[in-house]
């Protein structure tokens, strides 16, 4: 089983919807990592949480560190927000290593 | 600033054949790592290392190794090029805070074809 579990695997949405990207991970974590990658294959930074919430315009992402789970919602959907969106952890006894999910799919059609 | 550079974008090797892949980063970060992503998979750590002189193995080490001279390069090198080392390479960077690695920074990434 991995360590990191995402949810759905692929997903397509209609230009204005909300959505909503899982996260679920196994052991004890220092942060937690969303990331985007576009078609381009380039791999952007999102947001680094170790606790509650966090937002930047369009993009909210949240975190329980009791439930081992995180979301990242994306309002207002639109074309562009179309890419593969990875999960990643730190685990505490990994040090400064990462450990990644194997990403969501997202399709937004006009 | 440039940010995390890769070379090359894409290389085709033949089974046996060795190559370095470049990866350098202007923004002073003392921890740099490198991935390779595999359709299906997550990225996978190969490298890493936390400083100049300091390198460490990942989760897929074999048939790798790296070194780390200088703060701002750390090159990959394939020893003896096998299919199975057939995917995409990212290189990445961060600075290491008080709890560990921080923001990390991608490079563009390297496409790898070994026939």
């Known amino acids: 089983k991995n360590e990191v579990e995402q949810s759905p695997q692929n997903l397509t949405a209609q230009e204005g919807e909300f959505i909503t990207i899982n996260c679920s991970y196994s052991v004890g974590i220092s942060a937690l990592h969303w990331l985007q990658q576009h078609p381009g294959g380039g791999i952007v930074s999102l947001f680094m949480l170790s606790s509650g919430k966090k937002k930047h315009g369009r993009l909210i992402a949240t975190i329980n560190i009791q439930e081992k789970h995180s979301s990242l919602h994306i309002t207002a959907s639109h074309p562009r927000d179309s890419a593969v969106y990875i999960c990643a952890v730190r685990p505490m006894e990994y040090g400064n290593k990462l450990v990644f999910g194997a990403g969501t799919i997202l399709r937004v059609k006009s | 600033n440039a940010g995390v550079t890769q070379t090359p974008k894409f290389q085709v090797l033949k089974t046996g054949q060795s190559m370095t892949l470049q990866c350098a980063q202007d923004m002073n970060h003392e921890y740099m790592s490198w991935y390779r992503q595999d359709p299906g998979m997550g990225l996978r750590l190969i490298h890493y290392s936390v400083g100049a002189g300091i390198t460490d193995q990942g989760e897929v080490p074999n048939g790798y190794n790296v070194s780390r001279s200088t703060t701002e390069d750390f090159p990959l090198r394939l020893l003896s090029a096998a299919p199975s080392q057939t995917s995409v390479y990212f290189c990445?960077?961060?600075?290491?805070?008080?709890?560990?690695?921080?923001?990390?920074?991608f490079g563009p990434g390297t496409r790898l074809t070994v026939l």
């Open positions: 990445a960077s961060s600075y290491t805070g008080i709890k560990g690695a921080d923001t990390q920074y």
